[in-house]
């Protein structure tokens, strides 16, 4: 039986537009190798170093900053990765209310320094107290490893403390998915834009 859900945000609790963070790199920073670092499944080349904690968010700006238009500055580089985030749809503040009566939950996200403090204001502008409906929050970025990495997931299932078969890890990401069963931590994917409330009376039919 199911007793903790880990959710990706992401995707799944906070809804992305990489399109609208695509055309803010391209057109507003003229930095034209956004492709090169970030697509819809996964981060790559600088973007990757960022989210794996290998660089800081100073040292990822100066590194757009280099092949964007002159005169660019670092708060625009802020700019750019926030237009990534759209916000959070308001009911899944009480969905998450009612999760949190009969299971433990917990976040599992590769993020940075950058996107995390708008993504806990997003959350907690519609009601989610970040802090007090999660029982403990994983940050690729802070632990320094990534999905879908099987030592992010071995790390997860350690520091949680139950059996593997009592989790279950809700991804939008398929590789992220794959990568968490092949650790053997129990994974699901959600479809990003789904309805939250019809996906999880699916998955977890004893809620």
């Known amino acids: 039986m199911v007793k903790a859900l880990i959710f990706d945000v992401g995707g799944v609790l906070v809804d992305l537009d990489i399109r609208r963070c695509r055309s803010f790199y391209i057109d507003r920073l003229g930095y034209e190798r956004i492709d090169d670092i970030l697509d819809s499944s996964i ?10 904690g290998q660089i800081s968010p100073d040292q990822f700006r100066q590194g757009i900053l280099k092949d964007s238009l002159p005169g660019m500055t670092p708060e625009y580089i802020d700019l750019a990765m926030w237009s990534l985030l759209k916000g959070v749809d308001s009911r899944k503040a009480e969905i998450l209310k009612s999760l949190s009566d009969k299971y433990d939950l917990y976040i599992l996200s590769n993020n940075n320094g950058i996107t995390w403090p708008l993504c806990v204001k997003l959350m907690e502008d519609e009601g989610i107290e970040v802090n007090r409906v999660f029982k403990k929050i994983f940050l690729s970025y802070r632990m320094k490893m990534l999905k879908p990495g099987m030592e992010i997931f071995r790390a997860v299932i350690d520091q949680i403390g139950l059996p593997a078969d009592e989790l279950l890890f809700i991804d939008d990401s398929l590789k992220n998915v794959e990568g968490a069963l092949k650790a053997g931590l129990p994974a699901i994917f959600y479809p990003a834009g789904c309805d939250m409330q019809t996906f999880l009376k699916e998955v977890l039919p004893e809620w």
């Open 43 to 52: 981060q790559k080349g600088i973007y990757m170093q960022l989210e794996g």
